[in-house]
């Protein structure tokens, strides 16, 4: 069990305190904790009470405790071994707003690894002589990034097996862009309804099936106007996808800022 001594630095993160296969005491707190914890179980498994929740936390799963909200949690029968790590700073709402860690609660971990890592690199940063509050802010950082891509709230996918799931879908766009695609024949290639499509790539990709697309058959025109000056506006537009002219036009000025005519005059010098 680690508390850092903290210099006196703005910094984004600070490691308050910081655990690794320790064997986890009854812990009751009804006024809470004064900063950001992630506890994950390495072995055994955890009855959690927090608010109106009541749920078990199992190995290889996690939990996530935002500052001063009261919790309680306690080794089931055969005890718990816990990582965890508790930190705040002024970077922690940010960083915490652009994954699934949005409110206390259970969560599941797709790529246990990769959080297992961060949490022993901040240990062995921490456990150095002559570290610094930057390196230690980089090690919150790190543990934050990981829980980001691998973390999922109960019931919930995680970005990375969420990327997973949509691979058939994401390889069938890269390969025909160009084709007519619609929502229900992408959903079909993996069993979901469009419904369900539109969740799993906002989820993965924080945007709909369509952005998607657009976004896939733009930048292949902007790559088209650059390395093809043999091909004239119309014929980019219809390698992308987009046979009516005036509409690729009009999509590539509201999307790029200029016209795809001017975009060309712009990079090739003319």
């Not at 790590?85 to 971990?109: C, H, K, Q, W």
């Not at 902007?222 to 506006?233: A, F, N």
């Not at 509201?254 to 060309?264: A, D, H, L, V, Y």
Request: charged share 20%.
């Amino acid at each position: 069990m680690l508390f850092p001594e903290l210099p006196g630095l703005p910094l984004p993160f600070r490691l308050r305190s910081l655990g690794v296969g320790h064997q986890q005491e009854p812990i009751r707190r009804p006024h809470g904790y004064p900063h950001h914890q992630w506890i994950q179980v390495r072995s055994g498994s955890l009855a959690l009470a927090l608010g109106e929740l009541r749920g078990v936390v199992r190995a290889g799963d996690g939990f996530y405790l935002r500052p001063n909200e009261p919790h309680s949690y306690v080794a089931e029968a055969g005890g718990a071994v816990v990582d965890w790590m508790a930190f705040d700073g002024s970077g922690v709402e940010e960083a915490l707003g652009n994954g699934p860690l949005t409110s206390s609660g259970i969560y599941r971990l797709s790529d246990l690894e990769a959080v297992d890592r961060a949490l022993v690199r901040a240990w062995t940063t921490a456990s150095a002589r002559g570290n610094n509050g930057s390196q230690l802010s980089a090690c919150v950082y790190d543990l934050l990034m990981a829980l980001t891509e691998a973390a999922a709230g109960l019931g919930q996918v995680s970005v990375a097996a969420g990327l997973g799931r949509l691979e058939p879908v994401l390889a069938a766009l890269a390969h025909r862009p160009a084709a007519p695609w619609d929502v229900g024949a992408l959903a079909s290639m993996i069993g979901v309804t469009p419904q369900h499509l539109g969740k799993l790539f906002r989820r993965a990709l924080g945007q709909s099936p369509l952005e998607y697309m657009v976004r896939l058959r733009l930048n292949r025109a902007l790559q088209l106007l650059v390395e093809r000056p043999d091909l004239r506006v119309h014929e980019v537009g219809e390698a992308v996808g987009y046979p009516d002219t005036n509409y690729f036009i009009r999509l590539f000025r509201q999307r790029e800022g200029s016209t795809p005519g001017q975009f060309r005059s712009l990079h090739l010098g003319e």
